[in-house]
T-cell receptor, first 115, second 114 residues
Framework: ETGVTQTPRHLVMGMTNKKSLKCEQH?????MYWYKQSAKKPLELMFV???????ENNSVPSRFSPECPNSSHLFLHLHTLQPEDSALYLC??????????????FGPGTRLLVL | GDSVTQMEGPVTLSEEAFLTINCTYT??????LFWYVQYPGEGLQLLLK?????DKGSNKGFEATYRKETTSFHLEKGSVQVSDSAVYFC?????????????FGSGTRLQVQP
């Protein structure tokens, strides 16, 4: 595997289900990100993990819970979601440096539908 | 805070036409600027980038120049192909949101007709 991979690619879940999205990066990067892409809205940053420290967007509901067990893996745990959470969830990684310029590399995304 | 503004789409062109997608930004300091492309059913792919004023990023026939005086990073291509049909996102990397996360524009859909 190369680059950034995400599983599953598609997920349908009910509002009472619990599921997890998985992301793995094979680039040796030290930072990983979750973004949400909804129809007709700009991409929204949800969470950043860099050097094992989590930074989050304060507008993300608590029904989304990230987990980063190591620098290569990132999970997004989902529980009691709402239909408006249906979106494409994109994972990205980058090599964070003190110099400031970092290029983020994206996975293919998980298309989530909440019924 | 940081923001990126892109022209509204969709942009519809005939094959071999000239393409311009406008992008302007607002940011503190000296951000890096990026263009990403998203083909149907896929994630975002980095198309090109520029890290300082007057830099020109280029890839696959696409170009964009970092213009600090006009705070712009317009995407251009001299001759588009049907395979260029996709959504194009302008983005900047700054120091907002506590970490160097990307701020994206809303995306511009390009449709190229044969």
């Amino acid at each position: 595997e190369t680059g950034v991979t995400q599983t599953p690619r598609h997920l349908v879940m009910g509002m009472t289900n619990k599921k997890s999205l998985k992301c793995e990066q094979h680039l040796g990067h030290n930072a990983m990100y979750w973004y949400k892409q909804s129809a007709k809205k700009p991409l929204e940053l949800m969470f950043v993990y860099s050097l094992e420290e989590r930074v989050e967007n304060n507008s993300v509901p608590s029904r989304f819970s990230p987990e980063c067990p190591n620098s290569s893996h990132l999970f997004l745990h989902l529980h009691t979601l709402q239909p408006e959470d249906s979106a494409l969830y994109l994972c990205a990684s980058s090599q964070m440096t003190s110099g400031g310029e970092e290029t983020q590399y994206f996975g293919p995304g998980t298309r989530l539908l909440v019924l | 805070g940081d923001s990126v503004t892109q022209m509204e789409g969709p942009v519809t062109l005939s094959e071999e036409a000239f393409l311009t997608i406008n992008c302007t930004y607002t940011a503190t300091g000296y951000p890096s600027l990026f263009w990403y492309v998203q083909y149907p059913g896929e994630g975002l792919q980095l198309l090109l980038k520029a890290t300082k004023a007057d830099d020109k990023g280029s890839n696959k026939g696409f170009e964009a120049t970092y213009r600090k005086e006009t705070t712009s990073f317009h995407l251009e291509k001299g001759s588009v192909q049907v395979s260029d049909s996709a959504v194009y996102f302008c983005a900047l990397s700054g120091a907002s949101k506590g970490r160097r996360a990307l701020t994206f524009g809303s995306g511009t859909r390009l449709q190229v007709q044969p």
